[in-house]
């Protein structure tokens, strides 16, 4: 079984759209453990397109190399979604394929922590109970 890092890179990915150009060309996550040593950030989210506005704890987790929304989540809240051209591989710490699958959708969304507010391209999976993870990106350009 090949690992992350050991995927050939296909000369179709140059042809990707420009909003699809920044996003990585595979993601690790790591098996989410919460039982009380995790650290959720009550944030609020709203749409680019539409503005709707939800309230959802985030799980900071800087071992997910990108930030992510719930698939469930989103269809419950009747997000619009953009469809990638290319899928995303997403990886475990150990280097096999998460069982949530590709990443084929991201969602466009202004989230707001405090004082503070951003626009997030926000990758779609499965997460299991956590509808919204800040991963490492997030953290990255917060750490002060």
């Known amino acids: 079984m090949r690992g992350p890092l050991t995927i050939p890179l296909v000369s179709a990915l140059l ?7 920044i996003l990585p060309k595979l993601l690790l996550i790591s098996a989410l453990d919460t039982r009380g040593i995790s650290l959720l950030l009550l944030v609020e989210i709203r749409t680019t397109d539409t503005s709707k506005l939800h309230f959802v704890k985030a799980l900071l987790d800087c071992r997910a190399t990108r930030s992510l929304i719930n698939r469930d989540f989103v269809c419950s809240k009747g997000m619009n979604t953009w469809t ?40 779609v999976s499965r997460l299991g109970k956590q509808s919204l993870i800040l991963g490492y990106d997030w953290l990255k350009d917060h750490n002060c």
Request: hydrophobic share 35%; with cysteine; aromatic share 6%.
């Open 15 to 21: 042809h990707k759209p420009k909003w699809e150009k």
């Open 84 to 123: 990638l051209s290319h899928n995303i591989p997403v990886f475990n710490v150990d280097s096999s394929p998460n069982r949530a699958g590709q990443i084929s959708k991201m969602v466009d969304i202004v989230l707001c922590y405090k004082t503070h507010s951003e626009r997030m391209l926000l990758a």
